[in-house]
């Protein structure tokens, strides 16, 4: 992952980037300031919560789908397994997203996730169980898509070794029966 942007000048889809850095950030900053404003731990921790599920719901639903070219979900079949289940785009539509679009995603998705565990352990330094449960909530969800994502993006790059395999394969095959055809 490159540490810097690329040179593209314009996010492809800026309407979706700000939405998907805006629960993210409302839900870090709610949590940092809200010490400041409310007294009631009650308050902190829903609004909090709230924020951060809807982050989660944007980003496993809208944003990575458009960003990313990339949708994860989960399932459970008949006998109670957990079933995970990976989209992605075609390899030739994925190869078109916008580089920038894509480095913002990945950035924001792997940061927020080192923030939230960064208040983790602060809490527990601190030896605030109360606060540790919402930075556990938060940071779970998190982790929820960065493993959803990462192993979305695993699978997609197995479909294009495959389909390249397949390809190669089978021209090969025709290039054998043509030549032989001939003969």
């Not at 000048?9 to 939405?19: E, G, V």
């Not at 496993?60 to 995970?84: F, Q």
Request: glycine letters at 2%.
């Amino acid at each position: 992952m490159d540490l810097y942007p690329p040179a593209e000048k314009n996010y492809a889809h800026p309407k979706i980037c700000f939405f998907h850095v805006l629960f993210k950030a409302a839900a870090l900053a709610f949590y940092i300031l809200s010490a400041l404003f409310f007294d009631s731990f009650v308050i902190i921790f829903v609004v909090t919560v709230l924020l951060s599920a809807l982050d989660f719901w944007v980003v496993k639903n809208v944003s990575g789908r458009i960003l990313v070219g990339l949708r994860w979900w989960n399932e459970i079949n008949e006998d109670g397994e957990s079933i995970w289940k990976y989209e992605c785009l075609d390899q030739e539509s994925l190869a078109r997203m916008n580089k920038k679009d894509s480095w913002l995603f990945w950035w924001t998705l792997y940061l927020t996730a080192v923030v939230w565990i960064f208040f983790a352990i602060f809490s527990l330094i601190r030896f605030q169980a109360d606060y540790l449960l919402v930075v556990g909530v938060c940071a779970t969800l998190s982790i929820a898509n960065i493993v959803g994502f990462t192993r979305c993006r695993k699978d997609a790059k197995q479909q294009l070794q495959a389909f390249a395999t397949q390809t190669i394969a089978s021209r090969v095959t025709s290039t054998f029966q043509s030549a032989f055809s001939v003969v």
